[in-house]
């Protein structure tokens, strides 16, 4: 029981983390339908953004994590000018953007390597400081605090902007239909470049909290988590935040339990166990949005 | 072709889409708060011209010019933003958005320094126009019957100001009856349905010219007739729909 409670809070933070780098990929496909796979590279960025901020520039961590999330947000904007923006009077340009970003992805992630000197390197030691309290038996950590609270914060933000803004209003205008928005006086273009930025931003923030929480930060890593997010904008039933959110959660979950129970060597096992499961019992995702719907 | 109190004018507008050629050399005028009937078959080139108007599809050759400046090769939103609100045809709706939350869209969208009074003012004018869509004011839009949505798309272009409305076939795929409610709205001419110009896109060539200060008549892209709506004869009109009676007599094939 013990072990259960403590894996679930472990789950609850890495789940949120998951969520965090899922939405800011399906805000992407619900605005362009392109699937935005340079999105990994650029939440590996976000952790490089991190790590020059405070190790080289030694800027505390209450500017480093915005600085950083606000460069990724940058960085991604410039993958959309540079890397899609231009396909789109092709016929086939969803297919052509993601050929696009496969590439923009492969580039960014050697840059990494370059900027870091093919070597694995890790925030500085106190950047956040770690404690540790026992509540009920179960140990919570500062950084498990964090992750739920910057990443919970930032959820309900984007909740809000999507749904109480003229930007929110916009931006579910533009996924609704490009050519309608643009006849109600929605500039598509600078929509779209919004989006990238907040999607970038989301990744940047999601890379700043793993990077805490593993102290490890390589050019590859995006890789990883972009798998793990897709599964988790499938199972929530890609369209709604609230459904990213709760896939983000049985990912994380799933994750932690089978590190616990079984073995790490299982979890990408039970993880697409799981997405396959729920895809054959309920196609359409946990929380499904009708497509003529699709919000986030 | 462009006199000085011509609001919008088209001159010698062509359309393509690829090889077909939609719109040859069309060329009409409205002035401020002129109702112009856009009137043809199927396929005569009306929505292609409204399209060309709002920047949704670009013109091969000839001028669209908004008070004497040309809005050719400017984006839709700006077009919007200079005065031209357009309805599209088939009664596009933000289905994902509330009945208000479309309306809100575009009021801020079109000015880009609107105040919250001017939002306000604005809904109270299109829920003044259509009760029906305060009742539904906060009802996905998605959900509204045709004719609300129809309302809804002319509602939205009214909370942008325009000085111009494109409407394109308010009438189709609605029963006579919610037809007849709508013109009997638009033709109130009241707040901004009376001060802006209207372009009114219609198959059926009656109902539209009840409303219509003049009549401007599409016949495979071409304009067959632009003047007076009172002065349009059903034949010219047949004509327009049918081919002329020799060309029927011919048997050669009437517009599609
Ligand atoms: N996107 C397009 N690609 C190719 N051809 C098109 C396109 N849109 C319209 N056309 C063609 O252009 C011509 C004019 O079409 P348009 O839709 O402007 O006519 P319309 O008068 O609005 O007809 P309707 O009353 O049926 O709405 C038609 O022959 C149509 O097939
Ligand atoms: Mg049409």
Redesign the pocket.
Known sequence: MQLLGQQTINGIALGMVFALFAMGFSLVIANLSVFHVAHAAVFSWGAVFAWDLTDRFGLPLVVALPGAALLAGVLNVLCYFVLIRHLDSRRDKELAAFISSVGGGIILTELISKHLNYVTVRLPDGLFPIRSWRVWGLQISSIQLLIVGVAGVTVVLLGLLMTRTQIGREVRAVAYDRELASMLGVGATSVSALVFFLSGVLAGVAAVLIALAFSQIDSRQGNAYLVLALTAMVLGGFGSVKGVVVGGLVVGLASSYTTAYLSSGYRNVVIFGLLMLVLVVRPQGLFAVPSSEIRV | MHTSDDLLSLTQVT?R??R?E??TDASFSVRPGEVVALL??????????L?SISGL?PVAAGDIRLRGSSILKKRPEIVLRSGIAHSP?GRRVVASLTVEENLELTGRASRRRATRADLLSGFEECYELFPRLFERRQQGSGLLSGGEQQMLAIARAIMARPEVMLL??PS?GLAPIMTQSIYAVLSKRTGTLGEAAIIL?E?GASLALTLADTACL?KR?EVVYHGPASELTAEQTVAAYMGTAEERQAGSPAS?
């Open positions: 359309i889409y690829g077909v939609a719109v043809g078959a199927n396929g005569a080139g009306k929505t292609s011209l399209k599809v045809e394109d076939e189709m896109a198959q599409l892209g599609p």
